[in-house]
Structure formats: structure tokens, C-alpha cells
């Protein structure tokens, strides 16, 4: 079995705890992930079933979509919430912020941004995982920075009461979206961080296409047959996996 | 087909594909009788393509 299998993540797992889990639903060891998403981000994780391990580097490659609830008013040590909060804005400032302003930062944020990626990230500073370094309290002042693409940002809402924006975006490869929120936090002088991140596209797949590791082991056991139709459009066989690819039938022999 | 080599027919194939003045696009081989993926293509600029993944049942 030989393809792409589409999986919407829940929030918690890491997407190596999904793959052990599709790995044992489906009782296939070579299973690989292109992208990871992070334990506190839901959404679109794209899993390749056998020879599509082959194809990681032209997927990775690809630009993705998320919806983004950034809470304004907290900054932390990982960009998002589940890290240690470093500040916290005064609610008399925060509850002076108007949808306008943060409407204006947002849609302002779109374009190539020289952004600081997060400490908790697998970004490599001399030869070690940042990651690695944060969780000994070991930071080096050398964070990288490093250019950053964003666009196609739709501003989805302001909460008022619990000082949330949402945003839906499009970002390149290599680009931080906390390191996004914890930038429209600081152009808003108030600190924030990603409080909610749902991937809805890895380019050329959409989360709609996509189900749970539940719905995959459910169906898996109900199969008829050893292929992937069981799974519906979650399971996208090996020669439609890159259709921006130019496709050329030949004769075997050729 | 083997990483790296492309076959006379298959060149030939290639060049129908390829429009004067665009970048080659990334191709797929795929066998015509099974539907299966065999290769991935892929031309470097100023490079002719090159096979990158061969892909086994």
C-alpha cells in the first residue's frame, strides 16, 4: 500500500504519536509524516504510506493554510499558551484595543517579515535543536531570525472580552505562525501569543479531505479489501499524491 | 529505469513537453497499463532532467 494518507489531528498528540498510532491501525511500519504540527495545533497532517516516504521533500516544500486564534495581552517563552508567561498587558490597556487597530495590525502583516523563530522550535543553532536548549533554561542569545512569508491573511474577528483575534492564513515553508502572533502582539504594544492553531491546507491537500485517527482505525477494521479505498478522500493513491507534477505516461519497457 | 538515467524514448517524450522560454516543470512517469508511479523527474536550471525517485511496487 502505496500513498498519501490525509489525517486531522486532534489537539494533544505529537504527530509522532499519530504515526505510531496509524502505524499499528493499519499494521504498516513504513509510515512517515511531512510537516509536523504541533501538540497544541489541530488540523491537516499529511502521513506517507510506504514509497510515498519518497516524496516528503516535494510535500514539505509546499505552502500551508492556517486559522489562528492569537490572544493579545500574554506574551510567553513559547509563542503560544501552553509556554511560560514572560508578560501580561493591564486589562485597562487591552480593553482600549478596538477591532479597527487590530483588524489594520493584522491585515498589515502580510509580505516576507524578518521574524525571531520560537525558542521551542527544531530550528538548529550550532549543531542542537533550539527546543533542546529552552527546555535546560539554556537560551542562546543568538536566536535566529530568519525571513518569513505570509499572505492571503483574512481577519476572521475580534473577542472583546477575552482580548482573542482570529485569523485565517497562508504561509511558505520555513515560517513560524506563533512567531507571527508574537509579532502582532508587539506592533500592538500589548505582548501575544497563539492561543489556538488549525492547519487547514498543506499545498496541494485540504484539511476537508482529511479524518481522524478514530474514523482511520474504524474503517480500517471494517475493510473489505488490503487497499486504501476504505478511507474515502483521506487516502490519496502514490501517482495523484503531486498533481502540480506533470504527469507522462509511458510503456513499462520505455 | 534506474536514479539517474533517462532512456532515448523517454528523452524524447520529455522534449514534447517542454514550451521554449518556461522553466521545465517537474514531471511524474507513470506506467501507462498499471497507472503506477514509477519515476520523478525533476530538471535543475541550464540541466537537462535528471531522475530523483524511483519508486518500487
Given at each position: 500500500m502505496?500513498?498519501?494518507?490525509?489525517?486531522?489531528?486532534?489537539?494533544?498528540p505529537t504527530s509522532?504519536?499519530?504515526?505510531?498510532?496509524?502505524?499499528?491501525?493499519?499494521?504498516?511500519r513504513s509510515i512517515g509524516h511531512a510537516g509536523t504540527l504541533d501538540p497544541m495545533a489541530s488540523g491537516l497532517l499529511v502521513l506517507l504510506v510506504g514509497e510515498a516516504t519518497?516524496?516528503?521533500?516535494?510535500?514539505?516544500?509546499?505552502?500551508?493554510?492556517?486559522?489562528?486564534?492569537?490572544?493579545?495581552?500574554?506574551?510567553?517563552?513559547?509563542?503560544?499558551?501552553?509556554?511560560?508567561?514572560?508578560?501580561?498587558?493591564?486589562?485597562?490597556?487591552?480593553?482600549?484595543?478596538?477591532?479597527?487597530?487590530?483588524?489594520?495590525?493584522?491585515?498589515?502583516?502580510a509580505g516576507t517579515l524578518e521574524l525571531q523563530v520560537p525558542v521551542h522550535s527544531a530550528v538548529k543553532v550550532n549543531?542542537?535543536?533550539?527546543?533542546?536548549?529552552?527546555?535546560r533554561g539554556d537560551v542562546p542569545e543568538d536566536v535566529p531570525v530568519r525571513e518569513m512569508s505570509f499572505y492571503d491573511i483574512e481577519f476572521r474577528g475580534w473577542n472583546p472580552v477575552t482580548f482573542e483575534a482570529t485569523v485565517h492564513l497562508r504561509s511558505s515553508k520555513g515560517s513560524f505562525i506563533r512567531a507571527w502572533g508574537n509579532e502582532l502582539?508587539?506592533?500592538?504594544?500589548?505582548g501575544g501569543?497563539?492561543?489556538?492553531?488549525?492547519?487547514?491546507?498543506?499545498?496541494?491537500?485540504?484539511?476537508?479531505?482529511?479524518i481522524s485517527v478514530e474514523a482511520i482505525q474504524e474503517r480500517w477494521e471494517a475493510r473489505k479489501s488490503r487497499s486504501g479505498e476504505?478511507?474515502?478522500?483521506?487516502?490519496?493513491?502514490?501517482?495523484?499524491?503531486?498533481?502540480?507534477?506533470?504527469?507522462?505516461?509511458i510503456e513499462a519497457r520505455m | 529505469?534506474?536514479?539517474?538515467?533517462?532512456?532515448?524514448?523517454?528523452?524524447?517524450?520529455?522534449?514534447?513537453?517542454?514550451?521554449?522560454?518556461?522553466?521545465?516543470?517537474?514531471?511524474?512517469?507513470?506506467?501507462?497499463?498499471?497507472g503506477r508511479l514509477l519515476a520523478l523527474l525533476i530538471a535543475q536550471p541550464g540541466e537537462f532532467y535528471k531522475i530523483r525517485r524511483v519508486f518500487v511496487d
Amino acid at each position: 500500500m502505496n500513498g498519501v494518507l490525509l489525517v486531522d489531528k486532534s489537539i494533544g498528540p505529537t504527530s509522532h504519536d499519530v504515526v505510531a498510532k496509524v502505524r499499528r491501525a493499519l499494521g504498516i511500519r513504513s509510515i512517515g509524516h511531512a510537516g509536523t504540527l504541533d501538540p497544541m495545533a489541530s488540523g491537516l497532517l499529511v502521513l506517507l504510506v510506504g514509497e510515498a516516504t519518497k516524496i516528503s521533500d516535494y510535500l514539505l516544500n509546499g505552502d500551508k493554510a492556517y486559522e489562528v486564534v492569537v490572544r493579545l495581552g500574554v506574551r510567553t517563552d513559547s509563542m503560544d499558551m501552553t509556554g511560560l508567561i514572560l508578560e501580561e498587558a493591564p486589562a485597562e490597556t487591552l480593553s482600549r484595543l478596538t477591532e479597527a487597530e487590530v483588524q489594520s495590525a493584522v491585515m498589515a502583516m502580510a509580505g516576507t517579515l524578518e521574524l525571531q523563530v520560537p525558542v521551542h522550535s527544531a530550528v538548529k543553532v550550532n549543531g542542537k535543536k533550539l527546543y533542546e536548549f529552552a527546555h535546560r533554561g539554556d537560551v542562546p542569545e543568538d536566536v535566529p531570525v530568519r525571513e518569513m512569508s505570509f499572505y492571503d491573511i483574512e481577519f476572521r474577528g475580534w473577542n472583546p472580552v477575552t482580548f482573542e483575534a482570529t485569523v485565517h492564513l497562508r504561509s511558505s515553508k520555513g515560517s513560524f505562525i506563533r512567531a507571527w502572533g508574537n509579532e502582532l502582539g508587539r506592533r500592538l504594544g500589548v505582548g501575544g501569543s497563539v492561543a489556538v492553531l488549525r492547519r487547514t491546507e498543506s499545498q496541494p491537500f485540504h484539511v476537508g479531505q482529511a479524518i481522524s485517527v478514530e474514523a482511520i482505525q474504524e474503517r480500517w477494521e471494517a475493510r473489505k479489501s488490503r487497499s486504501g479505498e476504505c478511507l474515502g478522500s483521506a487516502w490519496v493513491e502514490l501517482p495523484e499524491a503531486l498533481p502540480h507534477f506533470l504527469r507522462l505516461e509511458i510503456e513499462a519497457r520505455m | 529505469m534506474r536514479n539517474g538515467q533517462i532512456s532515448k524514448g523517454l528523452q524524447a517524450e520529455l522534449l514534447r513537453h517542454i514550451k521554449l522560454g518556461e522553466a521545465p516543470k517537474p514531471v511524474r512517469v507513470i506506467n501507462s497499463e498499471e497507472g503506477r508511479l514509477l519515476a520523478l523527474l525533476i530538471a535543475q536550471p541550464g540541466e537537462f532532467y535528471k531522475i530523483r525517485r524511483v519508486f518500487v511496487d
